[in-house]
Structure formats: C-alpha cells, structure tokens
C-alpha cells in the first residue's frame, strides 16, 4: 500500500509539473504574438490590416486657401485691367464748367461705343416745326419720341397719362416742339461723330442726359431736378465757349 500510495504521488507530481510548463508556453505565446501587433501598429498598421491615417501638417489648409485666395485677386485684378483698357475715367474736372465731365477713351471708335441706342431716325410720323420730323410712339403708358438734328439723336420717353408727367410740362410732343424752337436759337456743341439728349418726363424720376463726342473725349451732363432746359443750356454755353 505504501508503493502504491507513493508511485500515486510522483504520477500526481508529474501532471501538475507538465500543466506548468504548457501555462508558460501558451503565457509566452501571447507575449510574443501582443508584441508583433505593438510593431505592426508602429510601422502604420493597424492590427485589422487598416492602414493609420498620416498626420496632416499644421497649417496645410491654411496654405492651400491662401494660395486660392491669391489666385482669385490675380483673376479679378486681370479682369479690371482688361476693363480699364477700353476707357479711363478722367476725373480731373478743372477748367471744365460746372456739371460737366468727361470720359477719355484709347479711341475714338471706343469713345463712339459709349453710346447707347444711338441711331438715326429714317422713319416719322410728326411735325415738331423748322422741317424737323420725328417719330412718335407709344406703349405701355409711355410715349417715345426721338429725332435727329445734324449728328445729334434727341429721345424722349413721356407718360401718356398726364397727371405722370413733371407740371411745366404735361405733355411730350408739345415739349418736343419747345426744344426744337429753343434749339433754333440755341446752339449745341458740334460732335465729331455723335451726340444725344435723353429726357425722362415722368415725375417720378426726372432725368435730362446729355452726352456728346470729341475724339476720344466724351462729355457728359447729368441733371435730375426736372429742369431740362437747365442741362441744355449748359451743354449750348459750353459749346459756344469751346468753339467760338
């Protein structure tokens, strides 16, 4: 019984001994196979296979909508040269009457493209007196008139309903015939090329424009106190001082 209960012993002694070493085996397993996931992640994996993300250098952003912002006022500054090509504004208003200014283009064939709708009217329906002929128009509660004197082009947009129209001058072909009586006495600046006189006669918005062309030189009167006249007289005694 005592060999038996001793070989018992050692055969219990020898079990735990082998679980002990298959526990550090499997311990050192794990250390190693942690460790190889620790260099792994170090060299820019993940243990998933994913690779990290890279670190985005500071003010990389910044950068990049700065060098877009600089780019954008490149463009715009070429886009304003390009425009200042075709005129420079001359704001210089010495020895030039009050209400007066001028524009001074590269051209004269770009002086005369500062002009809008000018034309000549070939075709007329009415009598403003002196021979001269102009075509009447209406639409929408507007009356058109326009007519030619020399190179001028004189245009008129009037309400066809009165009570829309500035006091001292109700109604637009009466007003028309006025300014060609004045005109008959009074005498506008020759342009070279081309000049016109555009008068609104609502009350709402009055407004006398005046524009003529010397070389590469425009002039212009801007008035809009409902005094038509006013604009034209400065536009006669500027021509009669200029040319006299």
Known sequence: ???KTTGAALLLSSSMLLASCTSEENSLAED???????????????NSGTPAEEPVA????????????ATNEDQAGSEDQNNTDNSLQNNDTSGLPEGIQQTDYETENKAAKAFDNYREVKQTNTDLGYSIQA????AAGHQYISW?????LIQMDFPTDP????????????????VVEYLETHYLPAPEDRGMISINGFAEH????????KGKTVYEI?????????AIDRAVEFGDANES
């Open 1 to 3: 019984m005592k060999i």
């Open 32 to 46: 190693e196979n942690m460790n190889q996931g620790t260099q792994e992640t170090d060299s820019g994996t993940t």
């Open 58 to 69: 500071a003010g990389s952003t910044e950068d990049d909508a700065a060098g877009e912002a």
């Open 135 to 138: 075509l009447v128009e209406g």
């Open 148 to 152: 030619n004197e020399g190179r001028w």
């Open 163 to 178: 009570q829309y129209a500035y006091d001292p001058y109700p109604e637009g072909v009466d007003f028309a015939k006025e």
């Open 206 to 213: 009055p407004q006398t424009y005046i524009q003529w062309q």
């Open 222 to 230: 801007n008035n809009e106190n409902g005094k038509p006249f006013e």
